[in-house]
Nanobody, 122 residues
């Protein structure tokens, strides 16, 4: 079965950086768009970034210029490099896989990881 396992979350001060990883198994990785979403306490899940099968990328306005999504097909892994972190970036971050072309909404994703907590202190 498909498994997505996130790692790399933690506690960081504002202005710092973290790199999240998502290891995928049980799917043909190169055939899927891979996305990152996040959910803060009391808020709805929101789109963060997606990397298409072609490796082109798309970002939410709130993270553009600070976050970078990338993929390593040889390792079946997608990354989210987060720089200049802000307290409002605090959330559980989820990796997801989609067979859609440019998926930016949660319902377009077929498989989800368990999430990794990112906490940014002020």
């Amino acid at each position: 079965q498909v498994q997505l396992v996130e790692s790399g979350g933690g506690l960081v001060q504002a202005g710092g950086s973290l790199r999240l990883s998502c290891a995928a198994s049980g799917l043909t990785f190169s055939s899927y768009a891979m996305g990152w979403f996040r959910q803060a306490p009391g808020k709805e899940r929101e789109f963060v970034a997606v990397i298409k099968r072609s490796s082109s990328t798309y970002y939410a306005v709130s993270v553009k210029g600070r976050f970078t999504i990338s993929r390593d097909t040889a390792k079946n892994t997608v990354y989210l490099q987060m720089n200049s972190l802000k307290p409002e970036d605090t959330a559980v971050y989820y990796c997801a896989a989609s067979s859609s072309l440019v998926p930016t909404r949660g319902y377009e994703y077929d498989n989800w990881g368990q999430g990794t907590q990112v906490t940014v202190s002020s």
